[in-house]
């Protein structure tokens, strides 16, 4: 079974800032950006390894927006449940990293999310748990 490492999901609030937010998330984290401001999907680089980093707001076509929403909110809160969120930001490895060396790579894009997006529910789509 091939599993993409380090992927999460970031259910956003309705009302998020998504200018840009790509970009912003990995210059928050400290990695190298392939996303111009406008971009819904790029790169994100720390040293040689790279993460593909997704913004998905319900326009585009082939949207998967209404069904990461309904799987997501199911480890949400109530009070979470009744709120409305109108994207979600995803991104994972690129490449295998069996001996953890980008784990911390990871944790930055998260906590960036965390910073720039208040309120986002955090996701794990391997384990199906919040992050």
């Not at 091939?2 to 309705?14: F, K, Q, R």
Request: hydrophobic share 40%; aromatic share 6%; with cysteine.
């Amino acid at each position: 079974m091939s599993v993409t490492p380090y992927m999460a999901h970031a259910l956003l609030p309705a009302g998020t800032d998504l200018t840009g937010l790509g970009a912003r998330v990995a210059r928050h984290a400290g990695g190298e950006v392939s996303l111009r401001p406008g971009d819904r999907a790029g790169e994100v680089a720390f040293g040689g390894y790279r993460f593909f980093i997704t913004l998905d707001d319900g326009t585009g076509e082939g949207s998967e927006l209404s069904g990461l929403r309904d799987v997501i909110l199911t480890v949400a809160t109530d009070d979470e449940r009744g709120q409305t969120f109108g994207a979600v930001l995803t991104f994972g490895g690129l490449s295998p990293d069996p001996d953890l060396d980008h784990f911390n790579d990871a944790a930055l894009l998260l906590d960036a999310v965390e910073a720039l997006c208040p309120g986002a529910v955090l996701f794990d789509p391997q384990s199906g748990e919040r992050i």
